[in-house]
């Protein structure tokens, strides 16, 4: 067909604005982003047809111009970011939103944000108040450290510890130490933004003490231990301890910095796990400031959490870039929230959503697989087989990174479809489930499939399958 004949067969804009699929939706978004989309899905049709020799495809884009105009203001209209199933077995998932909080600190945060609170305001006195003040006293008490604050991310509370203690003077941290983060976080890069000096002492998969101490002159700032939280070096290797860095500090006068990366507050040897470091045993080996994440096995919001001597934390909340990384009152409420689960380590355990999912048994998910296994067989009959499997989850989030917790799986293999094909249907539903494919076979690890999230994933699959027929 020639081309003009199919520019004549689209509607014009006016027509189009018509169209009842398009007026209703003007009930989400004004008349002139809908006009914008109209002209713009047409006028990517027409250079579709100006630069396509196929007429099937032609055909097949002309057909879905009125839905790819709906698609088109649906991308503005609708939330993108929304709740997903996790299928991946990975806890502090940081794709899918690293550690989740609880029911209690949500509905803590709804009252708080949605009417005034003294975030910023010291009621006993009258007098303009701080925001760390609402869990500085309880992280204190839990820690034992002398004082404490909070930033967005531990990140920021590495940048702004070296920055407001070190700068422009040298921190003496071990080659072994200057780790990456996820990508974006590496320690070298963070101290030179700073603006302090690096001084890398040792090797890779040893530095002693001495090395520390040979390093150390009038220009030094710090000792910093940086935690390898994502990666481990095994067999001939040595590091030291904070307990020996503290003492050599404490010789020469200079404070020891240590990111521990995890936030744990439990021992979690206690719970089948590998010892973490927690942040009181850093506190009572003398470390003069600890920092960690608020999101990763603390079990809480995103936050770098700043704990140590109280001079040197004064002098941190005074420099001006607290102001630029402050926490916000939806990071305070949370925080003060799970802090206060902490201050009994049982209900620390039982309702710290990241603590809880760790301490699923078996058995549980068991159970779960079993009931999902049941209502899924009639409706995947004939078009996909699903089996309970044995699997193994992770921790995530660059913690413990070689810890597999034994877990209990949904494994597909859709007949009809491929595995992949299966996949991505279920990444693009309404509540998207995401899961990984191992061996050709769809898994879902039911460890982090929340409760009440099985019907979520029972329907998903039915309407996967039953359209298929
Ligand atoms: C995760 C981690 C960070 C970065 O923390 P964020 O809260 O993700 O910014 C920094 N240092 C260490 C050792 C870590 O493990």
Do not use: W
């Amino acid at each position: 067909m020639d081309k003009k004949t199919y520019y004549r067969s689209i509607p014009k804009v006016d027509l189009l604005m018509e169209y009842d699929e398009i007026r209703s939706l003007e009930k989400k978004c004004g008349r002139e982003y809908i006009l914008e989309s109209v002209r713009k899905v047409t006028e990517e049709l027409r250079e579709f047809i100006n630069n396509s020799e196929c007429q099937e495809d032609i055909n097949k884009k002309i057909k879905n111009l009125v839905p790819d105009i709906v698609g088109e203001v649906k991308s503005y209209t609708e939330y993108n970011l929304k709740k997903v199933v996790n299928g991946t077995g990975t806890i502090l998932h940081t794709n899918l939103g690293r550690a989740l909080i609880s029911d209690e600190a949500a509905d803590r945060i709804k009252q708080l944000v949605t009417g005034y609170s003294n975030l910023e305001y010291n009621l006993k006195d009258g007098i303009r108040g701080s925001r760390y003040s609402h869990f500085e006293k309880i992280i204190t008490k839990i820690t034992g450290a002398e004082a404490a604050m909070a930033v967005n991310n531990n990140a920021a509370a590495v940048l702004l510890i070296l920055s407001a203690l070190c700068k422009g003077k040298e921190v003496i941290v071990s080659r072994g130490e200057l780790v990456e983060i996820g990508g974006s976080f590496r320690v070298p890069e963070v101290m030179e933004q700073s603006g302090c000096i690096l001084k890398e002492v040792g090797t890779t998969n040893k530095t002693h003490l001495y090395d520390y101490d040979n390093a150390i002159n009038e220009n030094t700032a710090a000792l910093l231990k940086v935690h390898t939280s994502n990666y481990k070096i095994v067999g001939f290797s040595e590091s030291v301890s904070v307990d020996e860095l503290t003492e050599l500090g404490l010789k020469h006068n200079l404070p020891v910095i240590e990111d521990i990366g995890s936030g744990v507050l439990v021992d979690l040897s206690k719970y089948g796990l590998t010892y973490e470091p927690t942040v009181q045993a850093s506190v009572n080996s003398g470390a003069d400031i600890v920092c960690f994440s608020g999101d990763k096995l603390l079990g809480g919001p995103q936050a770098g959490i700043i704990v140590g001597k109280k001079e040197l934390i004064e002098k941190i909340k005074k420099h001006p870039l607290t102001r630029a990384l402050r926490i916000d009152k939806f990071t305070s409420c949370a925080l003060e929230s799970v802090f206060l689960d902490y201050m009994d380590e049982e209900k620390a355990v039982s309702s710290i959503p990241v603590l809880k999912l760790i301490n699923r048994n078996k058995d549980e998910l068991l159970n779960t697989a079993n009931l999902l296994h049941d209502r899924l067989i009639k409706t995947l009959r004939n078009k996909c087989e699903v089996l309970i499997e044995d699997c193994q989850s992770q921790i995530g989030g660059g913690s413990l990174p070689l810890e597999r917790i034994e877990s209990i799986s949904l494994s597909f293999k859709p007949f009809n479809i491929t595995t992949s094909s299966l996949e991505n249907k279920l990444r693009h539903l309404e509540t998207p489930i995401v899961g990984r494919v191992v061996n050709d076979r769809f898994i879902i690890d039911l460890r982090t499939v929340l409760q009440g999230e099985e019907e979520i994933i029972s329907e998903a699959f039915k309407c996967i399958f039953e359209e298929e027929r």
